[in-house]
T-cell receptor
Framework: SQQGEEDPQALSIQEGENATMNCSYK?????LQWYRQNSGRGLVHLIL?????REKHSGRLRVTLDTSKKSSSLLITASRAADTASYFC?????????FGQGTRLTINP | DTEVTQTPKHLVMGMTNKKSLKCEQH?????MYWYKQKAKKPPELMFV???????INESVPSRFSPECPNSSLLNLHLHALQPEDSALYLC?????????????FGQGTRLTVV
């Protein structure tokens, strides 16, 4: 069963702009992770935020986690054409890593 | 070595065939996963192995049979599949549960059932 819902489902922006994706989940978690998938290929881990953390940065990525609202956001700053991909949040809990529906991000040159 | 290797990359099989998907990692991870992903959908969890023992089966039909021969290998045996089983099958591994570390994914096997 999928417990994560993401919005928007699709996002198209100009190169250089910032992209924000949101994720909501339903059950208690150990951590929340974000992954990127280029079309038809494997998933690449981007960032992990633990349940007791509120914000985390990695390069151009900024992730927030609000456990009271059961939600997270991923911000990609200064987007590049190479950032075009699908982005999934995934929650780890009860020995499972369960993915949200994903956001398809398109960066236009 | 931080790779998860899946073979084959592509597989076409008939509904009466028996085939196997293979997954290998040498990172010392003790949790391994099989996911199924249909086009434009998120990966759906199928099976979880923890220390070479099956710990989670997400009500997957018996025509899919997982096997974990040792801590580095994970197989998915396929028999009498249906066309709707055509999908990308992804293998992943992680250190252990509750380790708060990421999962590493293979590139997947693109399966077509004809």
């Amino acid at each position: 069963s999928q417990q994560g819902e993401e919005d928007p489902q699709a996002l198209s922006i100009q190169e250089g702009e910032n992209a924000t994706m949101n994720c909501s989940y339903k059950t208690s978690i150990n951590n929340l992770q974000w992954y990127r998938q280029n079309s038809g290929r494997g998933l690449v881990h981007l960032i992990l935020i633990r349940s007791n953390e509120r914000e985390k940065h990695s390069g151009r990525l900024r992730v927030t986690l609000d456990t009271s609202k059961k939600s997270s956001s991923l911000l990609i700053t200064a987007s590049r054409a190479a950032d075009t991909a699908s982005y999934f949040c995934a929650t780890e809990g009860a020995q499972k890593l369960v993915f949200g529906q994903g956001t398809r991000l398109t960066i236009n040159p | 070595d931080t790779e998860v290797t899946q073979t084959p990359k592509h597989l076409v099989m008939g509904m009466t065939n028996k085939k196997s998907l293979k997954c290998e990692q040498h990172m010392g991870h003790r949790a391994m996963y099989w996911y199924k992903q249909k086009a434009k959908k998120p990966p759906e969890l199928m099976f979880v192995y923890s220390y070479e023992k099956l710990s989670i089966n997400e009500s997957v039909p018996s025509r899919f049979s997982p096997e974990c021969p040792n801590s580095s290998l994970l197989n998915l045996h396929l028999h009498a599949l249906q066309p709707e089983d055509s999908a990308l099958y992804l293998c992943a591994s992680s250190h252990t549960f509750r380790s708060n570390t990421e999962a590493f994914f293979g590139q997947g096997t693109r399966l077509t059932v004809v």
